[in-house]
């Protein structure tokens, strides 16, 4: 066996195989560690940083918390930006901004009828309603329009993440009626911010950054025919409403809030007293083909 230099052993490592496996992940694979090899040598990383940083990902990985650097390193944000280009160029840029689905989504909440309660039991904070309609680019309502609504507790956990909350907590599935109609009750929620004293936590102590979200409500919307919509709309006022640690905030999705609405006629959701409102239309584009209408690849992806 003789010796290899740098080159030699990446050129080796690269084109290495037996098989013909996957060509397409042999190509990322090619090019993301010829990237990490130029890092090393050029930037003179040490063994013990190299290490340091593998156990920094086990650990990562093993909180479930990649998700969360992805969005605080602008990976989230760099997709969704590719896909406004894409519809740009294509001439598609209608309805509802799209908004990073963040890590925190679960599929299969308890599903509802036009309107639920995502809040159970004592208020946590103001009692507020958002509603509205599922429309479609050419302002038709979208009639059984499937919605997940979820967001975080008083505290800014979200359930299935958070210890100590119910399965599915603050999160709901809801059905559009015939005119596109969807209302739910739930409390505004606070920002999120990112778990202290974890590896998340480091990587942003050491980068001098802070791991706050401005305070949000995260949607999923589908219906047939219609490209799905991903999305999250901000809560006026905050503090990290310019300065979101996913980055994930933009124009058109800051909602706008009424206080002391008139509780005639939100009876249903156990309303009896002046409460805050949020009215939202979420406007879908035709989808071009059937994987724009269906999320099933990234649905299997978010089982519980
Ligand atoms: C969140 O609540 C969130 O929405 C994102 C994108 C990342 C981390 C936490
Ligand atoms: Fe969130």
Avoid at 132 to 139: A, I, W, Y
């Amino acid at each position: 066996m003789t010796e290899l230099n740098q080159q030699q052993l990446l050129d080796i490592v690269n084109t290495k195989h037996t098989a013909p496996g996957d060509a397409r992940v042999r190509q990322l694979t090619a090019r993301i560690v010829s990237d990490l090899f130029k890092t090393i040598d050029e930037l003179d990383v040490s063994p013990d940083e190299f290490w340091k940083a593998v156990d920094w990902l086990n650990r990562l990985a093993q909180g479930g918390q990649v998700g969360l650097i992805t969005a605080g390193l602008g990976f989230d944000r760099l997709l969704d930006i590719r896909m406004d280009e894409a519809d740009q160029k294509a001439g598609r840029a209608a309805g509802t901004p799209r908004a990073i689905e963040g890590p925190l989504f679960v599929a299969g909440a308890p599903s509802f009828k036009v309107e639920a309660r995502l809040d159970a039991g004592e208020p946590k904070g103001e009692v507020f309603v958002m509603e509205g309609q599922v429309l479609d680019t050419d302002g038709q309502p979208v009639a059984h329009a499937q919605m997940d609504v979820w967001h975080a507790n008083e505290v800014g956990g979200y359930s299935h993440f958070f210890p100590g909350m119910q399965p599915y907590e603050l999160r709901r599935h809801i059905e559009t009626d015939a005119k596109g109609n969807y209302r739910f009750r739930s409390f505004l929620p606070p920002g999120y911010a990112i778990p202290p004293n974890s590896p998340t936590a480091e990587l942003f102590t050491a980068l001098g950054r802070h791991g706050n979200r401005p305070a949000h409500i995260h949607f999923l919307v589908v219906a047939p025919g219609l490209r799905t919509l991903t999305t999250q709309v901000n809560i006026p006022g905050d503090t990290y409403i310019d300065d979101d640690f996913a980055f994930a905030t933009r124009d058109g999705l800051i909602i706008e809030i009424e206080k002391n609405v008139a509780p005639a006629g939100y009876e249903s959701l156990g309303i009896s007293e002046p409460f805050t409102r949020s009215r939202f239309n979420f406007v879908l584009q035709q989808a071009l083909n059937d994987s724009e209408a269906s999320p099933a690849a990234r649905m299997a992806r978010v089982t519980a």
